[in-house]
């Protein structure tokens, strides 16, 4: 974009990146509470350093580097120790990342969001409740069993008929509005 920005454009501009940046700090964090708790700190970091942005530089990048930052303290705060990073490792994620993150990922990112979010709610309430326990509450196989009386496999085996389904629904929207 390389162009200079007020504070609330390099803020509305670093939001547009918020998914992506989110599962970034995931990938350092292994935590999507923590990833997104680096991230709303980054956005803040950004919102009061919006000066220091040079408009010779692009925002993903200049965004990413402070979430990497944020997520890097975090996982200093919480092994109260020093912590060494392994610079190869994210030199080669932040490659990565910078890559694949254009603008059409994002907008096609944004679309597949969307669809998701409508083709959970045509589930069934039971369905959508284990989906969402399996995957935000990071329930066990196991555990969702006891809770349902049910076995293990049984749960396995919802667990991939649902996301068969939601696969299925969310390539027939985007499907749906690519020919639109």
Known sequence: MNQSYSQEDLLRAALKFQDVLTAYAYSILLDWALAQ?????SMITVHQKWSSFKPD?????WVRQIVRNHSLMIIRARKRQVYTSNDVLLGVLDRQFDAYVTEHSINELTLRKQALATCMEKLEDQSRTLLLKF??????CTDLAVENNKTENAIRMKMFKLRKI??????????ILEHA
């Open 135 to 140: 995957y935000r509450d990071r329930r066990s």
């Open 57 to 61: 530089l692009e925002v993903f990048p």
């Open 37 to 41: 708790d680096a991230v709303q700190e």
């Open 166 to 175: 939601l696969r299925r629904c969310v390539n027939n929207k985007l499907q």
